[in-house]
């Protein structure tokens, strides 16, 4: 079975841009969650995605946006970039959304300048 | 909330030196999982171990164990003989009663030295 997939694997935008990331999750897993990953704060929980729908968001401003759609595949949006979204974007995939193990892809790291 | 502790930053050692990396953890939530991951330099997370709250046995694989006490809130890791493969970021994780989300630790640097 093809694992998580993440497009893009790199990403540099200038600070004011908005950016589009793309997770294919494994097959058969309807349920996709996305992190950010920094130094400084560590991995941090965005949001849940589950049969297109958002069942969960953590503490991220509005300028952090996603979408699921009907064969599981998640996007994530970031408008008005700032120098502080720079970071390794992970998403995961599980099969129901509970409290499962989840399986992650190689990340986008984005670099904003 | 919940709340995952890993008290060691970074962990060196020798190769074939055992090594245990510790993991506490706070949650309100009376059903919960707890979770190990492994983050190699290719920054992907790597899935090692699931545990509920229910079930308390230690786990053995191989060289890796893992030791849950629910009196003590702690589920530590252990890596037997280490080999220098193993040098990575260690994360421990909790599931609780909220939807998809994993609550990581800061996680362990381990450097495994040949």
């Known amino acids: 079975k093809a694992g998580v997939t993440q497009t893009p694997r790199y990403l540099i935008k200038t600070r004011g841009q908005q950016v589009t990331l793309s997770c294919s999750p494994i097959?058969?897993?309807?349920?996709v969650s996305w992190y950010q990953q920094t130094p400084g704060q560590g991995l941090q929980f965005l949001f849940e995605?589950?049969?297109?729908?958002?069942?969960n968001k953590g503490n991220f401003p509005g300028r952090f946006s996603g979408r699921q759609f009907s064969n599981s595949r998640s996007e994530m949006n970031v408008s008005t970039l700032e120098l502080g979204d720079s970071a390794l974007y992970l998403c995961?995939?599980?099969?129901?959304?509970?409290?499962?193990?989840?399986?992650f892809g190689p990340g986008t790291r984005l670099t904003v300048t | 909330a919940q709340k995952v502790t890993q008290a060691q930053t970074e962990i060196s050692v020798v190769e074939k030196e055992d090594v245990t990396l510790d993991c506490v953890y706070e949650?309100?939530?009376?059903?919960?999982?707890l979770f190990w991951y492994k983050q190699p330099p290719s920054g992907e997370l790597v899935f090692l171990i699931r545990?509920?709250?229910?079930?308390?046995q230690n786990e053995i694989s191989g060289r890796y164990s893992w030791n849950f006490q629910k009196s003590t809130s702690s589920f530590n890791f252990t890596i037997t003989a280490s080999q220098v493969v193993d040098s990575a970021v260690y994360f421990c994780?909790?599931?609780?009663?909220?939807?998809?989300?994993?609550?990581f630790g800061q996680g362990t640097i381990l450097t495994v030295h040949p």
């Open positions: 995961a995939s599980q099969l129901g959304g509970q409290r499962g193990e989840q399986y």
């Open positions: 097959s058969g897993h309807r349920s």
């Open positions: 995605y589950f049969s297109e729908t958002q069942r």
């Open positions: 949650t309100r939530d009376t059903t919960y999982y």
């Open positions: 545990r509920n709250s229910f079930d308390e």
């Open positions: 994780a909790l599931s609780g009663t909220s939807y998809g989300k994993l609550t």
